[in-house]
């Protein structure tokens, strides 16, 4: 490590599991002060010991701005600023469009497109000048894909989201950039499928579906994660960083 983030607070939603865990990891072993969420405080307290000393854990869902709020108040007593946030926490549900139902479409719409806004507005008046905000997309909201309308749509307007918050944000200096993962072996992906055989043959496929024949590691995308938070990217704002072994571009 090259302590990239020497002294930067970081902040990373859903950081228990897979591409938060990973990120909140390198972060940390970069230099930065790291707050992670997680809905479960068991998981919570799990991922902080793996993390480190610089860690922080608040429990909560993105999906409750009233744990949005608690979050950043547990930032403001223990730091007072964020200099890199990562709205990473997202999910859903995935249905072909004959089998989609109100509830599954409300469940994804608001952990990924709700939860998404109100964790970055509400972040505003502790982000510092120059800070790098890094939002999570997918393949999904480039590629076709059965059963991942909704979440792609939810993913889509994450794009959205990172081009407009660029803009309004530049008297700031704060860089917003969207970070999109392609299939990558987390216990997201892995609960696709609702048997243990549909899951492999789920993760199969989608390995097929990208051109270095493989999934992604969690820590594939951290790396490029820690790359954005970074000075490294000091002249990178409003793209779209795909960490996908090259799968949009067939
Ligand atoms: P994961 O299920 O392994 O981890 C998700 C994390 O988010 C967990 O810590 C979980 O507790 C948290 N989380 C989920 N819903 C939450 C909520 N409502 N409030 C607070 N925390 C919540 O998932 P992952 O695969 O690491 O996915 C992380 C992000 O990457 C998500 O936004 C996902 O959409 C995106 N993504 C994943 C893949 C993939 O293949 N794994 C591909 C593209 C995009």
Known sequence: MSN???????????????????????????????????????????????????????????????????????????????????????????????????????????????????????????LRDGASVILTGSTAATKASSAFSVYGATKAAIRSFARNWMLELKDRRIRVNTLSPGPIKTPGLHGLGKTEEEARQILDFLARSVPMNRLGDPDEVARAAVFLAADDSSFVNGIELFVDGGMVQI
């Open 4 to 126: 990239r983030l020497q002294g930067k607070v970081a902040v990373v939603t859903g950081g228990t599991s897979g591409i938060g865990l990973a990120t909140a990891k390198r972060f940390a072993a970069e230099g930065a002060w790291v707050f992670i969420t997680g809905r479960r405080q068991a998981e919570l307290d799990a991922a902080v010991k793996e993390i480190g000393a610089n860690a922080t854990g608040v429990q909560g869902d993105v999906s409750n701005l009233a744990d949005i709020d608690r979050l950043y108040e547990a930032v403001r007593q223990k730091q007072d600023r964020i200099d890199i946030l990562f709205a990473n926490a997202g999910g859903g549900e995935f249905s072909p469009l004959g089998a989609i139902t109100e509830e599954h479409f409300d469940k994804t719409f608001t952990i990924n497109v709700k939860g998404t806004l109100f964790t970055v507005q509400k972040a505003l008046p502790l």
